[in-house]
């Protein structure tokens, strides 16, 4: 089994700056991508960021150039460090995990997600 855990959540102006972390637990075989979901009230979840194992990353058009994205191999940790915050960033942020586990094929595991509130 897999644990997911973020945190780094909380609320700021909007111009602000927020870390968020998410940290893998657990019996893991090997990491692929880890990455960032997003879901603001009465919103469908959306993609955020993603980074390979490789270190390749992906940004949805809306937060690139402010947002990034790292990750802790060792930790199995991944990071989204937000800039420039808006409020149309409010939203519960979700991290994932596309995971092996031993004796278990690949998937993706998720956690329980954090609050960002940005307010203007």
């Known amino acids: 089994q897999v644990r997911v855990v973020e945190s780094g959540g909380g609320l700021v102006q909007a111009g602000g700056s927020l870390r968020l972390s998410c940290a893998a637990s657990g019996s893991i075989f090997s990491i692929n991508t880890m990455g960032w979901y997003r879901q603001a009230p009465e919103k469908q979840r959306e993609w955020v960021a993603t980074?390979?194992?490789?270190?390749?990353?992906n940004y949805v058009d809306s937060v690139q150039g402010r947002f990034t994205i790292s990750r802790d191999n060792a930790k199995n940790t991944v990071y989204l460090q937000m800039n420039s915050l808006k409020p149309e960033d409010t939203a519960v942020y979700y991290c994932?995990?596309?995971?092996?586990?031993?004796?278990?094929?690949?998937?993706?595991?998720w956690g329980q997600g954090t609050q960002v509130t940005v307010s203007s």
């Open positions: 994932y995990v596309l995971a092996n586990t031993y004796g278990q094929p690949r998937r993706d595991y």
């Open positions: 980074m390979s194992s490789g270190g390749s990353t």
